[in-house]
């Protein structure tokens, strides 16, 4: 039996921008992603052999599905369909989750991006980042950012060199078409409440001509490659907040608890919501704030992000 361990890191949103709805249902965006060090990890075991072809997910949370309704399985259901019909055996796969559900995070298109490059190292396929980022696209907009991220923290996938590896993109289009770019390095305190937002709910309730403030995402990525921490919180805007915030009480209060700490420019919602996310000057800071906010929603979390 065959076996690798992935690490699935999660993902905030420096900033995100809606530049207009297409035809399809889909959205046009431009936004900055940045890996984080929180993560879950994944276990894939491959045996060869038997008659057909299975999967099988175990999770440390009874919630979640084990079946075609998780990324993770979905994932390894499409690198069988694209490059392993002929193969006959067993694939287990063990999720340990520590990122948040439906949280803004990317826990499951993160959870999704790890099989695809499990099953990548164990059937040897050498598929590089491009070609992984084609099939997860499939998957979710949120997938080939993941693919990236992890191909540049675990060593053992082999792939840390190729160009893609990256610790922080720039995507436009759906959020598929990805440009790495230098990250920010900053220590940072995550605060979900107890609530899921849905992300078509908060992309279909977006009254885009009634935002007036967005990001210059040329203006942040000069900042981030300056090191100016000034112009990149200058541009920390997620329109997103527009409508998360209004929608869902909750998590404007909790926005607002850590801006009374860190101040408004350093405090913004990832992705659709609902967790938020500050960043701090040291990791001293980060475990303050961290402790004071745990009283509010309990899952909060003091990490950094990856460089």
């Known amino acids: 039996m065959k076996r690798v361990h992935v690490k699935s890191y999660a993902k905030i949103n420096l900033s995100l921008d809606v530049l207009r709805r297409l035809e399809n249902g889909y959205h046009e965006v431009e936004m900055v992603m940045q890996q984080i060090l929180l993560n879950d990890e994944i276990d894939v075991k491959w045996k060869e052999g038997g008659e057909s072809f299975s999967i099988e997910l175990r999770t440390n949370r009874a919630y979640l599905p084990t079946d075609e309704r998780n990324l993770a399985y979905k994932a390894a259901q499409l690198m069988h369909g694209a490059y392993g019909e002929d193969r006959k055996g067993l694939l287990r796969i063990d999720i340990k989750k520590r990122i948040p559900v439906a949280a803004g995070l990317a826990g499951g298109s993160g959870n999704g991006a790890a099989v695809l490059h499990a099953v990548n190292y164990l059937w040897g396929l050498g ?29 053992e996938l082999g792939l840390t060199g190729d160009p893609l590896a990256a610790h922080c993109a720039v995507a436009t289009g759906t959020g598929t078409e990805l440009r790495p770019v230098k990250g920010l390095a900053a220590h940072l305190v995550l605060s979900k409440p107890s609530i899921g937002v849905s992300t078509a709910e908060v992309y279909q309730g977006l009254d885009l001509p009634a935002i007036k403030e967005h990001p210059d995402t040329e203006e942040l990525l000069a900042a981030l490659a300056d090191g100016k921490t000034a112009q990149v919180y200058k541009n920390m805007i997620n329109i997103l907040e527009s409508f998360t915030l209004q929608r869902y009480p909750v998590v404007m209060q909790t926005k607002e608890r850590m801006q009374d700490m860190l101040g408004t420019e350093r405090v913004l919602m990832s992705g659709s919501g609902p967790t938020v996310f500050g960043i701090c000057d040291t990791k ?10 745990l009283a509010h929603n309990k899952e909060t979390f003091w990490t950094r992000t990856t460089f």
């Open 284 to 293: 001293e800071q980060a475990q303050q704030i961290c402790e004071e906010m």
């Open 127 to 155: 598929l590089d980042v491009a070609a992984l980022n084609e099939v997860g696209s499939k998957l979710g907009s949120d997938v080939p950012f993941c693919i990236m991220g992890q191909a540049a923290m675990n060593k």
